[in-house]
């Protein structure tokens, strides 16, 4: 079974910056990944999502050049780089494995997904 570890959060101040790390033990190069994040009292929501086949990537519209995706087969990883951070993007991130053929405009929808990791926190606060 596929166990997704993420690490790299931590806390930082308004307008820093942050790379979060996603791997497993099980080669990831076969599924999209997806990135969400929750923050207390609300429901979960995707932040980016990339490909297995090409490298396209879908972004959260709040989120939109602040945040890359990015990933490497090599080293089984895949990176959600955030810029310019501010308090509301305080939460919980987690990454989860989605089947390539689920891959496309419905990227957001958690259901879709299959295996999660336990979460990294980022906490945005001065």
């Known amino acids: 079974q596929e166990r997704l570890v993420e690490s790299g959060g931590g806390l930082v101040q308004p307008g820093g910056s942050l790379r979060l790390s996603c791997t497993a033990e099980?080669?990831?190069?076969?599924?999209?990944i997806g990135w969400f994040r929750q923050a207390p009292g609300k429901e979960r929501e995707g932040v980016a999502c990339?490909?297995?086949?090409?490298?396209?990537?879908y972004y959260e519209d709040s989120v939109k050049g602040r945040v890359t995706i990015s990933r490497d087969n090599a080293k089984n990883t895949i990176y959600l780089q955030i810029n310019s951070l501010k308090p509301e993007d305080t939460a919980l991130y987690y990454c989860?494995?989605?089947?390539?053929?689920?891959?496309?405009?419905?990227?957001?929808?958690?259901?879709?997904?299959?295996?999660w990791g336990q979460g990294t926190q980022v906490t945005v606060s001065s």
């Open positions: 989860a494995t989605l089947p390539p053929r689920l891959y496309g405009k419905t990227w957001y929808i958690p259901g879709l997904y299959d295996h």
């Open positions: 099980v080669y990831l190069d076969y599924y999209a």
């Open positions: 990339i490909s297995s086949k090409d490298g396209s990537t």
